[in-house]
């Protein structure tokens, strides 16, 4: 990049001092005070006597009187940008000061009217963008992209009707797209990618833009349908990936145009591949890019993929295709980047794939494949995954050859065959974890030999080591743990693997309930775990993960069953939910359900990790919450402890995360925590019955279902279990919890479960935050026997909500928005469901609020 533009700051400093030539209020002047405010590294020199039209970097109007373009891009310039410098160039109509250090802008930068091109990219600007940017009415191309916004896009961009180029990627842009938008009709390229934008597209958006090629909102939480898009019939790039859209069986998409990149990928869509098809005028070989993977499209991948002879990357990872052979490749000879993982294939790598001399990614992990590997031994090869199939076979040598120049392999987990390797013994445990090394020694004697001369002798003393290490650990574990009599979990049974002949039924016993697994044989009941689907873990394995679900590795007991925490094969750590009551789903449709909620993901959502069948019982098993859940901590339970048995010294007083007994003194201490989890809470539920097709109703929202994981982020857990069990908890579910039940319920004929009435539970948790109160059985001043509701209710009507600020958060945070929460929470619990808000507009009325971040 040319920097020479405008000479060191030292040499311009000098100059301002010695040439008194130079006039104030000139732009020469003006550009010289700015560069040497904003501290520019340039360390190149001018002759300081030539007009700042010479200036490399500057450009000026065919008179030379005036400045209408300054590029200082990559500069080093840093710090707020002062004001009367750039924005008394009062003709300027070409600003770049991308790649440098600005921290914020002027208010006067605004006064440009003149503008046509601003790119302030990739910078450290931080705040809201004001609605002045409306006084830009010339503007052609606006580039803020790699900055630090946040707050709402301003609704004044509807007066830039001459924008061809929006770029706001990689900023904190919060709220939906505002409808004025659809008023830049000259649009060209509009990237609002890597943002927190949420809600739905604008209505007629598809239609709004008819000069628009390029769109990319990928990484938000935007709602909507694909077929939004279908009417963008200049289009040449779209990237929608990373979102919540989604398709359902009643819709065909249908793109028109002259597309070449498509991205649908991580969002929902739902049904037969063949729903997304293309106009029957589009030229296939126009396709350059095409990636669908991390949605649930079933069916078997679309043919017309042979037309498109100019692909380079196709992915369609992470589907529910139909089991189906290797799709027919051989036409696409230009294919670089290769995923099929996890798309159902069966058969064989067929060996029209050697002729792919470009192909640089190959990734065909995860399914079903048999037979032999083909040789592949392209010089493009960078990475190749054929792991978690069925292939056999020795692995090629011309392919083992090529290994040292592919940066990153794995054929871990076949019942392949390795032959005279010479590969590390590290990359053998990483990369052919599962392969059978059946050769005699003889195939491969330096390999083997290497190994035996070297540590014949050191390997028995390592051994002995190592044992003795052991034994003495074990000895002070065994010590630590008596010392502290706590319930801090143990594997107390041995392995059931070794027990190959643990047989059942199985009856487990807690406080409230017993329940019974009626399983004969304990290694021949498999735990499917989702993401992993080939792991050989079965009922023996959560036997032994749970100590045989003994009450000291009990985490809680709710409406559903009781919950156990464990370590299953590999380390996974996990909490294991066995639903004690009896389901009205078959055995299938139960595990259809159970694997449909466990592709829901969302960061507000605990994690569903896998499911096992055990008899009658339906067992869920979820990733480990650390830091426990809301009801704990608001009740004086730190950070991380599960129950009060397990309040200690030793295990609250310092932790992983620095933080000291946050129950009481930490961070529940404070506003923005709290409002922290009631927004991620909010953002759960408004995913579950806005994001989902169909939505789901959670039906048992309270504060004991709000977890913090490791990282002190709010997941809501039991989502969608109630279908699991048909109408079998029906009932019960619908009494709720004592405390959260909404007034609908209390009526002798009770309604069904609606997206309102967790809208009312969730109102409840909301108020449970602000005041730091139980919803029944607390002490509410002014009244007795009431409910945290009722008081709540009747001090806002009073225009008295501050009365209920828990004192503990009353100073941490601006009193304006408690109380502000204590009026959604209001409207949350309102006795009729109609006039209760959507979890979507709770969302927002929650962002309004959001504490800001100290500068």
């Known amino acids: 990049m040319d920097i020479g533009f405008f000479g060191s700051v030292l040499i311009l400093s000098l100059f301002f001092k010695h040439f008194t030539c130079q006039l104030p209020n000139t732009d020469e002047f003006y550009v010289s005070d700015f560069l040497k405010k904003m501290g520019s590294n340039s360390s190149l020199s001018y002759n300081l006597s030539d007009s700042v039209c010479s200036w490399e970097g500057v450009h000026c109007d065919t008179k030379k009187a005036n400045v209408i373009g300054l590029k200082a891009s990559g500069l080093g310039l840093s710090g707020l940008m002062p004001e009367t410098t750039i924005a008394k160039l009062t003709q300027l109509q070409s600003l770049d000061l991308s790649n440098n250090k600005i921290t914020a802008l002027p208010s006067d930068l605004w006064s440009l009217g003149s503008l046509k091109r601003l790119n302030l990219s990739s910078n450290q ?48 842009f919060e709220w939906s ?35 628009l090629k390029t769109l990319n909102l990928a990484r938000n939480e935007i709602y909507g349908h694909v077929s939004d898009f279908a009417e963008m019939k200049s289009l040449t790039s779209l990237n929608i990936s990373g979102n919540l859209f ?64 100019n692909l380079r990357h196709l992915n369609l990872a992470n589907n529910r295709f139909a089991r189906q052979e290797f799709p027919r490749i051989e036409t696409l000879l230009g294919l670089e980047y290769l995923n099929l993982s996890k798309t159902s294939l069966i058969g064989h790598i067929p060996g029209e794939i050697l002729q792919m001399s470009n192909l640089h990614a190959l990734d065909v992990s995860s399914n079903y494949l048999t ?80 190994r035996a001369t070297r540590h014949k002798g050191y390997t028995l003393a390592l051994a002995l080591t190592l044992s003795m290490v052991f034994l003495l650990a074990g000895l002070l574990f065994l010590a630590f743990g008596c010392r502290r009599n706590s ?38 009941v498999p735990v499917v775990i989702f993401e992993k689907p080939l792991l050989n873990i079965t009922f023996a394995d959560l036997l032994s993960a749970t100590s045989n679900f003994d009450q000291d590795t009990l985490l809680a007991e709710g409406k559903f069953g009781p919950v156990y925490r464990g370590f299953l094969p590999g380390g996974i750590h996990v909490a294991v939910k066995v639903l004690v009551h009896g389901s009205t789903l078959t055995d299938q449709e139960a595990a259809r359900e159970l694997e449909y909620l466990g592709r829901i993901k969302h960061p507000n959502l605990v994690p569903l990790t896998g499911c096992c069948l055990a008899g009658d019982q339906r067992i869920a098993i979820y990733d480990y919450m650390e830091n426990g859940n809301l009801q704990n901590l608001l009740h004086d339970l730190p950070l991380g402890v599960q129950a009060t048995e397990d309040w200690s010294t030793d295990t609250w007083e310092e932790n992983n995360n620095g933080i000291q007994n946050v129950g009481s003194e930490g961070l529940l201490t404070t506003w923005t925590f709290r409002h922290k989890i009631a927004l991620g809470t909010a953002r759960a539920l408004a995913f579950l019955h806005h994001g989902c097709s169909p939505s789901i109703i959670h039906r048992d929202v309270k504060a004991s279902s709000v977890y913090l994981d490791l990282n002190l982020e709010p997941r809501l857990s039991d989502f969608g279990l109630a279908k699991i069990f048909g109408t079998g908890l029906e009932d019960e579910i619908a009494r709720g919890t004592p405390g959260y039940v ?36 607390d002490d509410y001043p002014e009244e007795q026997e009431a409910s945290l509701v009722s008081w709540v209710r009747g001090l806002v009507r009073k225009n008295q909500g501050s009365k209920a600020i828990d004192p503990k958060i009353r100073d941490t945070g601006p009193e304006y928005q408690m109380e502000e929460a204590l009026k959604i929470g209001y409207l949350c619990t309102a006795d009729l469901p109609t006039k209760r808000p959507s979890m979507q507009q709770i969302v927002g009325l929650l962002k309004d609020i959001e504490p800001r971040a100290p500068q």
């Not at 609605?131 to 830039?160: K, R, T, Y």
């Not at 927190?196 to 008819?210: E, Q």
């Open 177 to 211: 797209i505002p409808t004025g938008i659809l008023n830049c009709q000259s649009l060209v390229s509009l990237d609002l990618s890597l943002n927190r934008l949420n809600g739905s597209l604008p209505d007629g958006f598809g239609a709004a833009f008819p000069k």
């Open 125 to 172: 600007i931080s705040g809201f963008l004001p609605s002045n940017i409306g006084n830009f009415g010339q503007l052609e191309v606006f580039d803020l992209s790699g900055n630090n916004f946040s707050g709402e896009i301003p609704a004044a961009i509807s007066s830039l009707a001459s924008l061809q180029v929006l770029k706001l990627a990689g900023n904190g």
């Open 487 to 524: 319930r801090t979990w143990v594997v107390k049974q041995p392995s059931y693997k070794e027990e190959q002949n643990i047989s059942g039924p199985f009856s487990f016993q807690t406080d409230s309930t017993t329940w019974v697994a009626d399983v004969k044989q304990a290694t021949s």
């Open 742 to 777: 909404p007034p609908e319920f209390s009526q002798l004929e009770c309604d069904a479960p609606t997206p309102k009435s967790d809208v009312y539970c969730f109102g409840v948790v909301l108020l449970e935050l602000i005041t730091g109160k139980r919803p029944i059985g």
């Open 371 to 450: 037979r032999h590997i083909p040789s592949l031994a392209h010089k493009s090869l960078k990475i190749l995954d054929v792991s978690h199939n069925n292939l056999s076979g020795e692995i090629p040598i011309s392919l083992l050859e090529k290994l040292r120049g592919v940066e990153r392999y794995n054929f871990s987990y076949n019942n392949l065959t390795l032959c005279d390797s010479g590969l590390s013994l590290e990359t053998l445990e990483t990369s052919f974890y599962g392969s059978s090394n059946s050769c005699p020694i003889a195939a491969n004697p330096v390999f083997f030999k290497r």
């Open 246 to 309: 989604k398709g359902s069986n009643s819709i065909t998409v249908v793109f028109q145009g002259q597309l070449e990149v498509i991205d649908l990928s991580k969002n929902q869509l739902q049904g037969h591949i063949s729903q997304v098809q293309f106009d029957s005028t589009y030229n296939w070989s126009r396709l350059v890019y095409l990636d669908l993977s991390e949605n649930q499209l079933s069916g078997e991948i679309f043919l017309n993929l042979s037309q498109a002879d």
